[in-house]
C-alpha cells in the first residue's frame, strides 16, 4: 500500500484566482493520477502525471486550467487556475495501476 | 463507453442490519473489480478486490460478490454498523489500462 497526504486539506478562494494542491507519496511511484469528484458524483480523472515528462490530459481538461508537476517519483502538484465557482470540488490524487490504486484524502476546493 | 452503474443511488439502515448494494458494468474485458468505501470529507479506501475468476471475497463485515458472466457485483454489508454510513464506490479496472470506471457510489446512512 501507499500512503499519500495532500495541502491543503481544505481552501476557501476568490474567483480568478489560483490554487496550487500538493500531493506528497511515501514512496517511489511511475504514475501519479489527479482526479475531481464534485458535488454528488463520482470521480473524474484529470490527468496522468509521470515523472519527467508532460502529464497526460483527459477530455475536457487543459494544461493551462489545470497545470501538473511531477519533479520527483513521490511529489507531484495540480494548479486550478483562473478559479470559477464551476471548480468547486474534492480534488484528489491517486497512485498505483491497474492492479491496485491507493488515494490520498482529498482537498475540498470552494470558489467564492 | 465502458460504464458502471450502481443502485440504489442511498439507502437508510438501522444499526445492526443487513443491507446489500449492487453494481452493474459494460466494461470487457477487465482486470478487476474493486469496492471502495469513502467517508465524508475522505479519500476512497480500497474494501475489496476481485479478479474475474474470483466470485466472492470478504473484508470483515463485508463480503463482495462478482458474476462475470452477467457482468454484475454486490457488496453486501453484516451487522451494519454507525461507522458504516459512507459512500461505496465500485471500481471496474479495465485489462491492461490503468484507467478506472467509477460508479456514481451508493451513499448508506447507518440509524441508530
Known amino acids: 500500500s501507499a500512503v499519500i497526504s495532500q495541502k491543503p486539506s481544505r481552501d476557501i478562494c476568490q474567483r480568478g484566482t489560483s490554487l496550487t494542491i500538493q500531493c506528497q507519496v511515501d514512496s517511489q511511484v511511475t504514475m501519479m493520477f489527479w482526479y475531481r469528484q464534485q458535488p454528488g458524483q463520482s470521480l473524474t480523472l484529470i490527468a496522468t502525471a509521470n515523472q519527467g515528462s508532460e502529464a497526460t490530459y483527459e477530455s475536457g481538461f487543459v494544461i493551462d486550467k489545470f497545470p501538473i508537476s511531477r519533479p520527483n517519483l513521490t511529489f507531484s502538484t495540480l494548479t486550478v487556475s483562473n478559479m470559477s465557482p464551476e471548480d468547486s470540488s474534492i480534488y484528489l490524487c491517486s497512485v498505483g495501476g491497474s492492479n491496485e490504486q491507493f488515494f490520498g484524502p482529498g482537498t475540498r476546493l470552494t470558489v467564492l | 463507453k465502458n460504464q458502471v452503474e450502481q443502485s440504489p443511488q442511498s439507502l437508510i439502515i438501522l444499526e445492526g442490519k443487513n443491507c446489500t448494494l449492487q453494481?452493474?458494468?459494460?466494461?470487457?474485458?477487465?482486470?478487476?473489480l474493486r469496492w471502495y468505501k469513502q467517508d465524508t470529507g475522505r479519500g476512497p479506501v480500497s474494501l475489496t478486490i476481485m479478479t474475474f475468476s474470483e466470485n466472492t471475497k470478504s473484508n470483515g463485515r463485508y463480503t463482495a460478490t462478482l458474476d462475470a458472466d452477467t457482468k454484475q457485483s454486490s457488496l453486501h454489508i453484516t451487522a451494519s454498523q454507525l461507522s458504516d454510513s459512507a459512500s461505496y464506490i465500485c471500481?471496474?479496472?479495465?485489462?491492461?489500462?490503468?484507467?478506472?470506471?467509477f460508479g456514481a457510489g451508493t451513499t448508506v446512512t447507518v440509524r441508530a
Open positions: 453494481c452493474n458494468y459494460t466494461v470487457s474485458p477487465f482486470s478487476n
Open positions: 471500481v471496474v479496472s479495465p485489462f491492461n489500462d490503468y484507467k478506472l470506471s
